[in-house]
């Protein structure tokens, strides 16, 4: 079959790689992709939010399954106008319509969800410009650290954790009424603080049934030792060492469940992967968010311990067939480091040329921010290149993405060289 799947990062350079390796493949295309789709797949120079463009696209090159990789789209309907459209009603999209890419597009719609349906997270109250004063109240009747969040999408911005009680409500005032994050903070979610140690959870869904994927850990600050600003992830490791089968089940069954059974009961359909942020705080999971695709990072170190054929998993997804299938998962640790522009995430610079990618032998190579110019691969955003390695445990993996880490160069290169330290 020909498929297309929608994006440019590590983890649709990740997922291309691992579609591609099907022999039910005819023809793969990633819009707009980046330097590492390019020598997999067809990458077509279409934007991810650019419906029109998708459907001429799809029709002229008889698509049969469409991938979402990043929430935007999700949000904005992509699935949804597939769906309304009657030449591609037909042609399967994996990823939510706009209703259930909600649990990521708002926060409070996602906090309601997980109250209705008595799923472990964070006590909050929620507030508007109407009743920022409750909202000052609010804060002053909880302990530091304070939690805001604005409740739509702020390109990963919108989460404040400030210890301030007079910072906490400049910055609720700078959040609803000084539009800090334009509408994304017309409503902000005020949340109790969960200290403890994070972990992602992916699952795969048909709406009907599920599949729990490899858990992943990721480290989202730039610096080491998990200081400085918060980024995208620097690096990821899977399986996790510290989730054993008790925690693997309290997992499962008080939050996998009930939200596969929520969206059922809310009637809201769901196909695709769902991502779950969790942290555990005494032994107990509980929920900091929910995303609509699978996590970056993560994908680079969750989809090389995928045994299947990727294809025939999606497919069951298509199908609601996905209870009849089994997943395969590889007993060794995978671990990603990603490379990123000096400056990021702040200000950087691109367009500088990326050499030493054909000497690495033993690990996975993923792009992120990268295009090819006149046959040269060059840098085209913070986070530029992942080296993926397996081991016999996660130390071993990480040895070897290391070792050959070191053999990558660009102008201002940084890489965090603590991922795992925690651990
Ligand atoms: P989010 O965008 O909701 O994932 O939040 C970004 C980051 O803020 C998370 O990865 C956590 O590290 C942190 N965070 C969010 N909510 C809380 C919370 N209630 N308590 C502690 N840390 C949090
Ligand atoms: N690595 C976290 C994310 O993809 O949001």
Redesign the pocket.
């Known amino acids: 079959m020909n498929i297309l799947l929608l994006g440019s990062g590590g983890r649709e350079h990740t997922l291309a790689w691992k579609i591609s390796q099907s022999n039910k493949v005819k023809k793969l295309f990633v819009a707009p992709g980046n330097a590492g789709t390019s020598k997999i797949a067809n990458n077509i120079d279409v934007k991810v939010d650019d419906f029109g463009q998708i459907k001429e696209l799809v029709l002229a090159e008889n698509i049969e399954m469409v991938v979402v990789g990043p929430e935007d789209p999700l949000v904005k309907g992509i699935h949804d106008f597939f769906l309304q459209d009657a030449e591609l009603a037909q042609i399967p999209v994996i990823g939510p319509q706009k209703l259930g890419a909600t649990l990521e597009g708002s926060k409070e719609f996602a906090k309601t969800f997980m109250k209705r349906h008595n799923i472990p997270t964070?006590a909050y109250e929620s507030f508007t410009l109407d009743s920022m004063e409750e909202g000052f109240l609010f804060l002053e009747s909880m302990n530091p650290p304070y939690?805001l969040?604005a409740d739509g999408l702020a390109a990963?911005k919108?989460?404040l954790?400030l210890n301030d009680i007079n910072e906490a409500k400049e910055e609720l005032k700078a959040m609803l009424a000084d539009a800090k994050f334009g509408v994304a903070s017309q409503t902000v979610v005020i949340?109790?603080?969960?200290n403890g140690i994070?972990l992602s959870c992916f699952v795969l869904t048909d709406g009907e049934h599920y599949k729990i994927l490899p858990m992943a850990k990721d480290y989202?600050r730039i610096g080491e030792g998990d200081t400085g600003l918060?980024t995208g992830g620097m690096g990821a490791i899977s399986p996790v060492p510290f989730v054993d089968g008790a925690f693997m089940q309290k997992i499962e069954e008080r939050i996998v469940k009930p939200t596969i059974v929520g969206l059922k009961k809310d009637s809201i359909p769901y196909v695709g992967f769902i991502f779950i942020?969790l942290?555990k705080v005494d032994g107990e999971p509980k929920v900091?968010?929910y995303n609509v695709r699978m996590g970056d990072p993560e994908t680079e170190v969750v989809m090389p311990r995928i045994k299947n054929d990727f294809v025939e998993v999606l497919q069951a997804v298509a199908e609601k067939k996905l209870g009849e299938l089994r997943l395969d998962i590889d007993e060794r640790s995978a671990v990603t480091v990603m490379t990123v522009s000096g400056g990021y995430p702040e200000a950087y610079e691109k367009g500088k040329e990326i050499f030493g990618l054909d000497e690495i032998y033993d690990s996975l190579i993923f792009h992120a921010g990268t295009k090819e110019e006149n046959g040269k691969v060059m840098t085209n955003g913070g986070r530029v290149i992942a080296v993926t390695s397996y081991g016999n445990d996660f130390r071993e993996a990480l040895a070897v993405s290391y070792k050959n880490i070191e053999k990558i160069c660009f102008d201002d290169i940084y890489y965090r060289k603590d991922i795992g330290f925690d651990l």
Do not use: P
Request: aromatic share 6%; glycine share 16%.
């Open positions: 964070a939690v969040k990963g919108g989460v954790i949340e109790e603080f969960l994070e989202k918060n942020g942290i900091i968010e």
